[in-house]
């Protein structure tokens, strides 16, 4: 079993940015990717990027390719999201998974989820 715990959430103006992390701990050699996730007010959890664990690949969802980044520091067993320019239609929270399968990670239901952590942005 993978324990996430994310946090850097936090409240921003719009045109913003704020760096999210995930540090993983337990199993951590039974998985091979991690994804950032969202729910917004009213809908349901989607995906925002994925990274294999070797750096091999990453993904990003289209609504926020040109401005959020995904990365990892294996030595610290943890994965960043570094949000920039963000809109006030990125205000949700935000979920990091981790998978052994890629596609879990990249758009799927990743089987290790941490609790989340709460972006809010305004005008």
């Known amino acids: 079993q993978v324990q996430l715990a994310e946090s850097g959430g936090g409240s921003v103006q719009a045109g913003g940015s704020l760096r999210l992390s995930c540090i993983a701990s337990g199993d951590i050699s039974s998985t091979s990717c991690m994804g950032w996730y969202r729910q917004l007010p009213g809908k349901e959890r989607e995906w925002v990027a994925a990274?294999?664990?070797?750096?091999?690949?990453?993904s990003y969802a289209d609504s926020v390719a040109r401005r959020f980044t995904i990365s990892q520091d294996n030595a610290k067993n943890t994965v960043y999201l570094q949000m920039n320019d963000l809109k006030i239609e990125d205000t949700g929270m935000y979920y990091c998974?981790?998978?052994?399968?890629?596609?879990?990670?990249?758009?799927?239901?990743?089987?290790?989820w941490g609790r989340g952590t709460q972006v809010t942005v305004s005008l």
């Open positions: 998974g981790a998978d052994r399968y890629w596609l879990r990670c990249s758009g799927g239901t990743p089987t290790n």
């Open positions: 990274a294999a664990n070797d750096g091999s690949s990453k």
